[in-house]
């Protein structure tokens, strides 16, 4: 069995893998003050209350966009396991061609996106990913990464109003039944959430139109299912996105060593 980390600046996102059936997913908070025994102990009872042992795992792969945490987590599944470790990195063979300046420097997360993408579309397509910051990518249909843009993550977008504003209040992050609100917080949840569909459409349409084809869109991350719902293209919401990259990288790689 294969276990899967994404580590993002929020949450780390894992599952397991026997074969190409995922067993289940689960998350635990991106700590950066904690120390690898935390980080063990957090895994093994999450293994645990899936009815798994470390010893079921035969292989890890990882990425992340928090550096500092990376060595903490691999050194809490080396307590755990003795499996072959991957952590995806520049070198790392995806099959991906990176066409952007300093690629070195790309986010592992988009990457691994591109590949479980490129597996999932036979042409050119969009990825978005709605964590922290909200990331465009674009993949070519012969699955070159062309660029994209970042933009806020609605969380952060949220945090900024509340935090520099007197007077608006934190809301819950759910679709408004109005896009013309009739209430503070109403207008608020317009304005996120509403207002991301609508930026989302918009910028699709232009990266259509510069790159003079139609793209399949997938979206993945923590509220793309309650965004895309407001869109007005059709974009295919797909939680365990990166999950099943970080498995097909795993799965090229492991019969690159053997």
């Known amino acids: 069995m294969i276990l899967v980390l994404d580590i993002g600046n929020t949450n780390i996102t894992l599952g397991v893998y026997r074969g190409k059936k995922l067993l289940f997913v689960s998350r635990m908070a991106t700590d950066r003050m904690r120390m690898e025994d935390q980080y063990a102990i957090e895994l093994r009872e999450i293994l645990a209350l899936y009815g ?10 990882i990425s992340s966009v928090v550096p500092s945490v990376n060595r903490f987590i691999v050194k809490a599944v080396r307590k755990l396991t003795n499996a072959e470790i991957i952590c995806v990195g520049p070198k790392t063979k995806t099959g ?17 996106g591109c590949v479980a993408a490129a597996a999932m579309f036979q042409g050119p397509c969009i990825i978005l990913d709605m964590g922290t910051a909200t990331t465009f990518v674009v993949l070519s ?28 209040p934190s809301v819950s992050l759910e679709a408004p039944e109005h896009v013309i609100g009739n209430s503070t917080a109403e207008c608020m949840r317009s304005g996120l959430i509403t207002g991301a569909a609508c930026m989302i459409d918009g910028l699709c349409d232009r990266m259509e139109q510069e790159l003079g084809k139609k793209c399949s869109v997938v979206a993945t991350g923590g509220l793309a299912k309650e965004i895309i719902q407001q869109c007005r293209r059709k974009i295919i919401h797909c939680d365990t996105l990166l999950l099943e990259g970080l498995r097909l990288i795993y799965e090229q790689n492991r019969r690159t060593a053997e």
């Open 52 to 61: 798994l042992s470390t010893e079921e795992i035969d292989g890890v792969a």
């Open 96 to 112: 991906i061609t990176v066409d952007v300046q300093n690629s070195e420097i790309v986010g592992a997360d988009l990457i691994v």
């Open 141 to 168: 249909e012969n699955h070159q990464m062309l660029g994209g843009a970042i933009a806020p993550g609605v969380g952060i977008s949220l945090d900024a109003l509340t935090g520099r504003t007197a007077q608006l």
